[in-house]
């Protein structure tokens, strides 16, 4: 099993960036793949960026260019590097883990992004 606890999240103006981290309870070397999702106000959950355990990333489109997704296993904590971040970007930001055949969630911290 494997909890999840993610930090970072705050009110920032347009253009500005953030990082976001997700601490895990256990090693991350052997899991498979960790990501971030987020959850826009009124709408579903979407795939932001996931990084496998041998550093392959996957982006969003909208996310393209702009988010930088990154794993510590010295740390056990996956990062998420926020820059250019527009209004659309305001979101419930949820890591995610993807252990053997379980996934597991942490409880989302809070992005706005807003002048």
């Known amino acids: 099993q494997v909890q999840l606890v993610e930090s970072g999240g705050a009110l920032v103006q347009p253009g500005g960036s953030l990082r976001l981290s997700c601490a895990a309870s256990?090693?991350?070397?052997?899991?498979?793949?960790m990501g971030w999702y987020r959850q826009p106000p009124g709408k579903e959950r979407e795939l932001v960026a996931t990084i496998t355990s041998g550093g392959t990333t996957n982006f969003a489109d909208s996310v393209n260019g702009r988010f930088t997704i990154s794993r510590d296993s010295a740390k056990n904590t996956l990062n998420l590097q926020m820059n250019s971040l527009k209004p659309e970007d305001t979101a419930v930001y949820y890591c995610?883990?993807?252990?053997?055949?379980?996934?597991?969630w942490g409880q989302g911290t809070q992005v706005t992004v807003s002048s």
């Open positions: 995610n883990a993807i252990w053997g055949s379980l996934k597991y």
């Open positions: 256990r090693s991350i070397s052997k899991i498979n793949s």
